[in-house]
């Protein structure tokens, strides 16, 4: 049998060859190798390129769109305006159907706002204020409860019970003090008396005491008697005068705590009318806060949804939108993570790739970072980015702009090198 052994087939020589591999081979590959490598590390280290952080965007304007949205669960009432229609500030723009009638809620309140008790004297409320609205819902009694306190103001102030007492007593002060002024004079003639009945027991005080045959004991006693009757009738007549003096005391007293008493009922009467009037004025405005959406700034309605009447909405829906007439200021919202803060910062440049318009076909729009959020919310900060030139984009060409358009912004934070990439990574492990 023939021997199989391949190394017969070969030469020493060929054996030699194929063995090992020439050393100018190797020397040049290494040398080729390494100057390769030294080039990409010489390179990498020279060449810079951009490092962005990409987040997201929306493209709106100084006074963005308001969103209007349905706050209670129902049906809609009435659309009171089409898509594109021109609103004003607190134009009506849809209702929701509730248990009341919002016509005569509207009604109440303004009604209710001409109730001015402080600014007017002690007057009953107009009468057309006490009209009985029906069809209130839940708002029925606390009209009710503030219609009852108006009409128990006015029958108060029809009654005139402490007004007529005060004006009685008002009447007994005159009067009386006519009276005083009657006894003042009194006085004065009794004082006048006295004086002449003084004199004249003096004199014949003198007579008696020289002879008594000038005047006899009788007429000097009587004169005596005269006299002391006289001061008699002056103190007699003091204490009248003192006691008129109570009277009038009195009457006053009494005539200033009916006033007092007047004043506290009015002022406790008209806070009890106040105090319902701004609670039902709260509860229609939370009323109208729930069923009826109004628009808060002059602009354009936007109806995304084509809602019709009696189609039901839920919490959140949204019902329109109004877009505000000066859209001249256009700015860009990027919402940025928490995790993506750290090296961005006011004034780097930025480049926005809006969703509708490829990047690629319109180009992108440019601008610079202007404002960035002190405090997070919802763990992301809130950039504002100022568009260098608008709507026109980086490849000359103008876009439409749409409000609320979303797209994706490139926050350029600083140009790396090449070589970093490899080296940092590094660190973490020395």
């Not at 005139?160 to 009657?182: A, G, M, S, T």
């Not at 803060?341 to 180009?363: A, C, D, H, R, T």
């Not at 809130?382 to 060409?397: A, F, P, R, S």
Request: charged share 25%; hydrophobic share 40%; aromatic share 8%.
């Amino acid at each position: 049998m023939p021997d199989n052994n391949t190394d017969d087939f070969h030469s020493d020589e060929i054996q030699e060859i194929m063995g090992s591999v020439p050393s100018v081979i190797v020397t040049w590959g290494m040398s080729i190798i390494f100057m390769v490598l030294v080039i990409l590390i010489i390179g990498s280290y020279f060449f810079k390129y951009p490092v962005v952080v990409k987040v997201p965007s929306i493209i709106t304007t100084y006074q963005t769109p308001v969103v209007l949205e349905a706050r209670i669960n129902g049906k809609i009432e009435q659309i009171l305006i089409n898509d594109k229609d021109t609103v004003s500030k607190g134009d009506l723009i849809a209702v929701i159907k509730g248990t009341a009638n919002f016509k005569k809620i509207l009604a109440v309140e303004n009604q209710i706002k001409q109730v001015q008790l402080f600014n007017t004297m002690d007057s009953s409320l107009n009468s057309s204020l006490l009209y009985n609205f029906d069809s209130l819902g839940e708002l029925q009694y606390a009209y009710s409860k503030l219609k009852k306190t108006i009409r128990e103001y006015n029958h108060f102030l029809e009654q005139e019970h402490i007004p007529k007492k005060i004006k009685n007593l008002e009447l007994q002060l005159i009067k009386h003090k006519e009276v005083r002024d009657i006894q003042s004079m009194q006085h004065k003639l009794i004082h006048e008396e006295v004086e002449l009945s003084k004199k004249a027991f003096e004199r014949d005080s003198t007579l008696f005491a020289m002879s008594a045959y000038m005047i006899s004991q009788a007429e000097y006693e009587k004169s005596k008697q005269l006299y002391t009757q006289k001061i008699a009738k002056v103190v007699s007549f003091e204490v009248k005068l003192k006691n008129n003096d109570i009277t009038l005391l009195n009457i006053e007293d009494n005539l200033l705590n009916l006033k007092i008493e007047q004043e506290k009922l009015m002022k406790e009467q008209k806070w009890s009318i106040e105090e319902q009037k701004e609670s039902l004025l709260a509860e229609i405005q939370e009323w109208k806060l729930n069923y009826l959406i109004t628009s808060p700034i002059d602009g354009v309605a936007s109806q995304t949804n084509m809602w019709s009447e009696n189609q039901s909405v839920k919490i959140g829906d949204r019902v329109s939108t109004v877009i505000p007439y000066n859209e001249s200021k256009i700015i860009v919202k990027v919402i940025i993570p928490n995790e993506k803060i750290g090296n961005i910062k006011i004034g780097q440049s930025v480049f926005i790739k809006l969703e509708g318009f490829p990047y690629m076909e319109f180009g992108m729009l440019e601008g610079y970072l202007s404002r960035i959020s002190l405090v997070p919310e919802k763990n992301s900060y809130i950039g504002m980015v100022q568009l260098n030139e608008g709507m026109c984009t980086t490849y000359d060409k103008r876009l439409k702009f749409i409000q609320e358009m979303e797209g994706v912004a490139e926050i350029v934070t600083k140009d790396s090198r090449a070589i970093e990439r490899f080296i940092l990574p590094l660190r973490n492990f020395l």
